[in-house]
C-alpha cells in the first residue's frame, strides 16, 4: 500500500509544499516519505508522513545500517521535524515570499574537550539511557575477526532498531528489551568488549524565525577492554 491521495494532499497543504527538513520551497519536486517503514509495522496514515524534497529524502533513506557514519535520522527526529515544520506553516504571521529563510543548521554544545562516555554495564542501566532519544551516533573498535564485526553489527543494529521504535514502546516491554540488552552486554564482555554511553542535547537552528529546537543524542562506543583510551576500569 501507499499514501491515499487524500492523505498526500494533506500533507502538501500542510508543509506548504516545503520540506520539513531543510524548509525550502520545493513546488512539485515534493515526496511523501514513512517515518517507520511499512517493512516494520508503519501504516500509511496521515500520522506516519513527512513530506520532503527529494534531497533530503535521499539523505534520510541513504544511512547504512551495516557500516554506521554520522547521526541516523530515527522516527522521532523526522516526527519532530515535521510537526514544528507543521506548526510553523499554520502561523497566520508566517509570509514565506517576504523573508530570506536563513538555512537550518545541528549545533552541538560547548564543551571542553570530547564528550565523557560511562561504562554501561546492565540492560536497564543502557535502556534508561535510549529512553526518549532523537538519533544516535555509534562507534567502536576495529574488529579483528569476521565474528567479531558480525557481533558488533548486530548489536549496533538491536539498539538501532530500539531506538526507532522506543516510543511506541510498552512499559512491559521495557522490561524484556532490557533483559535482552543485558544478554548482549555480556556476550560483549566475554568477547573483550566494554561499552561505553553518554547522552547530549543536540539544537536545530535557522529556519523561519531563526528558531532553536533541541532534540537528545545518544552516543554509544564499543571499546576494547585493552584500549588506553579507558580511564577508569570498573
Known amino acids: 500500500m501507499a499514501f491515499s491521495e487524500k492523505v498526500k494532499k494533506d500533507a502538501m497543504v500542510a508543509c506548504g509544499r516545503s520540506c520539513c527538513i531543510c524548509h525550502k520551497f520545493c513546488g512539485t519536486k515534493m515526496e511523501v516519505h514513512h517515518i517507520i517503514a511499512q517493512y516494520e509495522g508503519g501504516n500509511d496514515d ?30 522521532k527526529e523526522l516526527k519532530a521535524h515535521r510537526d514544528n515544520w507543521y506548526k510553523t506553516i499554520k502561523r497566520a504571521d508566517y509570509k514565506k515570499q517576504d523573508q530570506d529563510i536563513p538555512p537550518v543548521k545541528i549545533v552541538k554544545p560547548k564543551r571542553n574537550g570530547q564528550l565523557m562516555l560511562e561504562k554501561i554495564t546492565t540492560g536497564k542501566e543502557l535502556m534508561s539511557l535510549i529512553a526518549d532519544k532523537c538519533a544516535m551516533y555509534f562507534d567502536y573498535d576495529e574488529p579483528d575477526s569476521r565474528e567479531e564485526a558480525i557481533m558488533i553489527s548486530e548489536f549496533q543494529e538491536y539498539i538501532t532498531d530500539t531506538l526507532d521504535m522506543d516510543f511506541i514502546v510498552e512499559p512491559s516491554q521495557r522490561v524484556m528489551i532490557g533483559f535482552e540488552l543485558n544478554d548482549r552486554i555480556k556476550e560483549l564482555d566475554k568477547k573483550g568488549f566494554w561499552i561505553f554511553a553518554n547522552q547530549e542535547t543536540h539544537n536545530l537552528v535557522g529556519g523561519v524565525d531563526d528558531a532553536s529546537d533541541s532534540f537528545p543524542v545518544l552516543y554509544i562506543k564499543l571499546v576494547r577492554k585493552t584500549n588506553d583510551a579507558i580511564i577508569c576500569k570498573k
Open 46 to 75: 496521515f500520522e506516519n508522513a513527512i513530506p520532503l524534497c527529494f534531497d533530503c529524502h535521499a539523505e534520510v533513506k541513504a544511512y547504512n545500517e551495516k557500516h554506521p557514519k554520522g547521526i541516523k535520522f530515527s522516527p
